[in-house]
Every structure is written in structure tokens, then in C-alpha cells.
């Protein structure tokens, strides 16, 4: 079972299916470190989205649903990826970028990733393969960023750690499969005032 949404942070705030749900302190604590407004608003957008998402797999109200992250590495509360509290068969991801946010809940593996299309092509972000497929393409920023929330949505779903590392070329383009998991990736219109589009993938089991 999986439940997935992408929206705009807007519509979040909007939603009367997350009345009542809240941040937590740690959730709070990390949402008042941004320094921009914007970083803010889409950080708790997305962490409330996620939310939704697991409310609807298990079927709860979203104000139940209590988000937990915790670093692997350093044992620190507020950062790592997120898990629901007295879930433990419950996966979850979210991702945020100014004006969209994305969640998935799944009860198998799962990433999600959404980003604005990028502004430059790190070169170590991509395969050779992948590289010489994007020096082909008509607009290659917009090429590169639909690699790009493949791979990162991989990662956050537990395939690898480096997302560069992580070839997601077909001979048709960017795959829609990849390590048993399933791709699907959307694209958003931009927002009024000028934001620029975005495009996300979905990783799952």
C-alpha cells in the first residue's frame, strides 16, 4: 500500500485534512534554523505532507501521525531519514524546494524527491553514459534534472548512498526502473511570480 502527493506549499496550508497535525519541537527547532522564509514555509509544508500520507495508509487522522528522524551516523535527533513513531513497518520519505513539496508513505521501500529544474550540471553528478546523453539533448538542464530526482529519490528509498554514482540511463532515456524499484516521475507548471518549474520522481518497492 502506498500513499504519494505532490503539491505546491500552498496547497498544503490549505488542506483540511491536516488540521490539528503539528510540527515537533525537533521538526520546529530545525524549521527556525532557515534563514529564509520561503526555505521555512516549504520545509514544514513538506513535513506535513508526509503526514497525509501516512494517515492514509493506516488510515488515522493526520494530527496522530507523529514524524521521527535520527541521524544513522551520529545518533542525533532532527535529521536523518524520517520514520513514523510505533510504525516501524511504515516507510516514508519527503522532499521539499521553494514553492513544491512531495511525500510518499509506503509499507515497503520508498524515496521521493522533487526539484526545481537545475541552473548547471555538476559533472560529478552524472555517469559518462549520462553525460554524453545529456550533451545531446535540446535543453539539457531540464534532461539533467529528470536523472537527477530519479537518483535522489533512489537514494532516499536505501539503494546507495551517492546519488552520482547511480546510473538511471536506458537506451530510451531516463528508466523507469532501476535496483527492483519503480520510477515514476511528474512535472509541475510553475507558480505565479515567477518560480520555476519542478519535476519529481518516486521511488518504490
Known sequence: MIGVRFA????????????????????????????????????????LLV???????????????RLEQRCPRCGEAGHGRPSVAGEPGLYVSLSHTRGYVAAVAATAPCGIDVETVAASIPRAAVTPPEQRWLDAQPDPLRAFTRLWVRKEALVKAGVRDEPGSIEVLVASGPADRHAGFGLREWAAAP???????????????
Do not use: I, K, N, Q
Not at 503526514?51 to 501521525?65: I, S, W, Y
Open 8 to 47: 505546491s506549499v500552498g496547497e498544503v496550508a490549505a488542506d483540511p485534512r491536516l488540521s490539528g497535525a503539528e510540527l515537533t519541537d525537533a521538526e520546529r527547532a530545525r524549521h527556525d534554523r532557515l534563514r529564509f522564509a520561503a526555505d521555512r514555509d516549504a520545509y514544514a509544508a513538506a513535513h
Open 51 to 65: 503526514r497525509a500520507c501516512a494517515a492514509e495508509v493506516l488510515g488515522v487522522p493526520a494530527h496522530r501521525v
Open 191 to 205: 507558480l505565479a511570480g515567477g518560480s520555476p518549474p519542478a519535476l519529481g520522481c518516486v521511488a518504490s518497492a
